[in-house]
C-alpha cells in the first residue's frame, strides 16, 4: 500500500471512529424542583388634606350656628390589612372637660374650641383611641374618609388667625 493511501486510510478510520463515537453519545442529565417563594406583609401609607373651617363670626353667622368643615384622611393599605385610623387631640390639647372640649384653634394665647367626627350628621366623635377611630380593610387603593369638623357657636374671641395640628395615624 502507498504510503499516501495508509494515511488517507488511518485518517479516514480516524474520523469514522470519532464522528462515531460523538453521533453516537448519549448525554445524561439530572433534575430537581426549583422552588420560588415571596412573602407579602401588611402595609399602609397614610395622607391628609387639611379641615379649613373659613371665618368664624361669634356675632352675627356663628352666634348660634356652628361652623362646620371638612377635610380628608386618605390610606392606602395592603389588600385585607386590618387598620384603624385615629385622630390625634392637637397640638392644643388641653385635657378636655364638658366645659372645656379638648381639641382648640389657637392665635397666640386665644382658643377657639372645635370637633372632629367621623360621620356627616357630626354625632361620632374622631379620637386618637383604637376604640374611638375609623376602621379600614385595605383594598390596595386609596381609600379617603372625610373628616367632619366643627367650631361650636359662640365662642367669643379676639380677631386673628386661629390653628391646629392633629396627628393623624394608620395602625395595622
Same mark, same amino acid.
Given at each position: ?22 453521533? =453516537? ?8 424542583? =426549583? ?15 387639611? *379641615? ?7 356675632? *352675627?353667622? +356663628?352666634?348660634?350656628?356652628? =361652623?362646620?368643615?371638612?377635610? #380628608?384622611?386618605?390610606?392606602?393599605? #395592603? #389588600? ?9 387631640? !392637637? ?24 370637633? =372632629? ?10 379620637? +386618637?383611641?383604637?376604640?374611638? !377611630? ?5 383594598? !390596595?387603593?386609596? %381609600? ?11 365662642? +367669643?374671641?379676639?380677631?386673628? %388667625?386661629?390653628?391646629?395640628? *392633629?396627628?393623624?395615624?394608620? #395602625?395595622?
Amino acid at each position: 500500500m502507498s504510503q499516501l493511501k495508509l494515511v488517507s486510510t488511518v485518517l479516514s478510520a480516524a474520523m469514522v471512529s470519532f464522528f462515531a463515537s460523538h453521533a =453516537l453519545a448519549v448525554p445524561s442529565s439530572a433534575s430537581t424542583n =426549583l422552588g420560588v417563594t415571596a412573602s407579602v406583609s401588611d402595609n399602609c401609607i397614610i395622607s391628609t388634606a387639611d *379641615v379649613a373651617f373659613g371665618a368664624y363670626d361669634p356675632i *352675627v353667622a +356663628n352666634a348660634a350656628a356652628a =361652623l362646620n368643615g371638612t377635610g #380628608t384622611v386618605t390610606v392606602t393599605c #395592603t #389588600t385585607d390589612a386590618s387598620a384603624v385610623l385615629t385622630l390625634g387631640l !392637637g397640638a392644643n390639647d388641653n385635657g378636655g372637660t364638658a366645659a372645656d372640649p379638648a381639641r382648640r384653634l389657637n392665635s397666640g394665647t386665644n382658643f377657639l374650641s372645635y370637633t =372632629l367626627f367621623s360621620d356627616a350628621g357630626r354625632t361620632t366623635e374622631w379620637g +386618637n383611641t383604637a376604640g374611638t !377611630g375609623k376602621d379600614d380593610t385595605g383594598t !390596595g387603593v386609596a %381609600s379617603a374618609h372625610t373628616v367632619y369638623g366643627s367650631i361650636d357657636p359662640a365662642q +367669643n374671641v379676639p380677631q386673628g %388667625s386661629y390653628s391646629d395640628t *392633629v396627628l393623624a395615624t394608620v #395602625t395595622f
